[in-house]
C-alpha cells in the first residue's frame, strides 16, 4: 500500500503519552438542523457523555444507542476507541461543561454547559476554565505527548464565530455531508448584531461566543511543557487561534484528510493563516472495503473525538497503518455490518 | 536540630511524583460522636469537600468555615496544602463517593458514598470501584511515584472493622484526643451481628463493612506500575491488609509519629502483623511554638488527607525539615493564632 497515512514525517517516538477527551456542551446543537450529532436536536446534548461511555468501556450501556449515524457510518468516538484499546491507551476525559453528567470516569472542572451567544454570553466562567486547565496541564507534566480531543456537538459553529471574531476569513466544516452553512452564517450574523465584530481580548471572545471546551484546551496548552497536538479540525483551529492571540506558543494540531477535503471549509488555509501545523492522518476508508467508513470519504463525519490524533498516536507508537485500520474495521465490524 | 524528620532511611529521589487525594464518605461519621472530622455529625459529610477546596485553592470559599479545629487546631489539609504548595505538587482528587458535590477539579468515578455497615452492605459497588481503580492506576503510569492520601470522616471505624474482619487483632487510632473506642467496637459488634465474623474473600469485606476510599486505592495500587505509598494511618493499614489479602504486591504506608504515638491505636503492632513497610514522618509541631499545631502532639486530629505523604514527599525531594515545617507554619499563620 504506497498510502501516506500521516501528511507530514515524524519522528518523535512517545514515552508517556496521554490521550485526553475534553467534553462539553453548547446550547447551539438544540437549533435545529445546526448540528449532525445525535438523534435530534436535544438528544445531541448527550452525545459527549454517549461517547466517553463507549470509549471507555467498549459499548454504550447507558441506553440503547449504537454509535453508528443513521446511515450506518461509525461514529468517530468508535474510530477512537479501538485505536486507543489496541494501543493500550487509557483516555482522560476532562467534563469541562456539561449538560448530562457523564457515566464513566472524567476529571470534573465544574463548568456549565456553552449558552447560546446570540441570547448573552456563552461561557461566563471562561477565565475560570482556563485557570484550571493551565494547572491540569501542570498536573500532567509526567507526560511527555498530550493528545487533546473533543466531542462538542454544535461546536464548529462556535468555532466559526471565535475565527472569525478573532479576524480569520474562515469556513468551518461540519459532521453533515452537506453543510448547513447558511445557518451557521446566520447565528454569526446574530452574534455579531449582540457584541460586534471585533473583541480585543482573546478569553473575551471565548467568553461572549465560543464553547467551554476552548477555555479549557487552551488553558492546557499553557501549562503542560511538553508536547501538546490539539487532535481535531476547524473546532481545534479555533483554539489554536485563541493559543495565538493570547500571545502563548502554538501547539500542533492534527485531524484527518476528510476535513481537509472539505471543501465548504477552509481548514488547510486558516492552518496556515493562523501559522499552526497541522498533520492530517489518512486512514484510507475508501480502500478497506466496509459500506459504513467509506462514508467518511463522502464526507460524513470527517473527524471528531480526536480520532485523527487517536490514530496519529497509534502511528507515532509504532502501529503501522494496516494494523491501525484492522482494529477500526475489527471493532466497527462487532455491531455495524 | 537532630530531628529525625523520616524514621527510616530513604534514598529514592522522585522523578515525576504525583499526590493523590481520594475522597469519600461513609454514613458512620453522622452517628453522633463517632467522628471528629466537622462541626457537627450531619457536617463531617462535607468535610472531604472543605478538604479538597482548601488544597486546591488556599482558602476555604463555599462556606465560612476555618479550617481550625474548635481548640484551633489546624487541620491536616492545611498542612497537605502548606506542603503542596511549597513543593510545586498539584493534587489530584479522586471523588470515590460523596454526598456532596467537590468544589474544585476531582477525577469522577461515580461512587456512591459508603453506608452504614450496620443496615446493609456498605458499598454495593467494591468491585465496579476497585476495577476503575486499576484503570486509574494504569493511566497515571507515567508518574514514577504515587503518594495516596485520603478523607474519609469517619473511616477509622470502617478500618476497625475491615482489619478485624480480615483476622487482624487490630486497634484504629482517631482524630480526637480521646478515641471512642467503646462506639467502635460496638459498631463492629453490631456488623458482625450482620455478617458473622469470617469473610473470606477481600471483596467482599469491602462491599460488606469498607468505604468506597479502600476499593479505589486497593485498585491503584494494583494498576500502577511504579512505587505507590499509602498515605495515611491505620485507615490505609486497612488498606494495605486488603491488598495483601488480594494476593496483590504491597505498597508502602507513611503516616506521622502522632498516630504511631497513639496508644489507643495498633498501629505499628499492625503494619507488623500485615508485614507492610511503614514510615513515621515527625515534623516536631512540639518545639515551633505553635499553639494549634502543638495540639498534634497529644493526639488531636494526628493525620489526615495525605499530609504525612506530603511531608515525606517534600523530604523525598529534598526539601529540608525546616524548610518544611516554616512553609506550614507559614501557611497556618494566616488564619490561626
Known sequence: MLMVFLSRPYSITPKRPLFIGILANTMLSTVPGLSGAG?????????????????????????????????????????????????????????AGLVHRPTVPVLDLLGQAGGDPRDGPAVPDAERLYKEGVRIGKLLSAHDLLVVGECVPGGTT?????????????????ASVTSPDSMKEEIYAAVTRRIGRSIPDPMDIIRETGDPMMAVAAGLADGFPGTLILAGGTQMLAVAAIIKALGN??????TTVYVRDDHAASCDKTAQDIGVPITYVDPGFGEIGHSGLVRYCIGEVKEGMGCGGAMMLAALLGYSPEEITRSIISFVSGYSP
Not at 506558543?249 to 492534527?254: F, T
Open 39 to 95: 438523534p435530534n436536536p436535544m438528544g445531541s446534548l448527550l452525545v459527549p457523555v454517549l461517547d466517553a461511555e463507549l470509549i471507555w468501556q467498549g459499548i454504550i450501556t447507558s441506553t440503547d444507542a449504537t454509535p453508528n449515524t443513521p446511515t450506518g457510518c461509525p461514529t468517530p468516538a468508535s474510530i477512537t476507541r479501538a485505536v486507543l484499546d489496541r494501543i493500550g491507551v487509557s483516555p482522560l476525559f476532562i467534563n
Open 158 to 174: 462556535t468555532a466559526l464565530c471565535v475565527l472569525r471574531s478573532l479576524g480569520y476569513d474562515a469556513k468551518v466544516s461540519s
Open 249 to 254: 506558543p502554538l501547539p500542533e494540531v492534527v
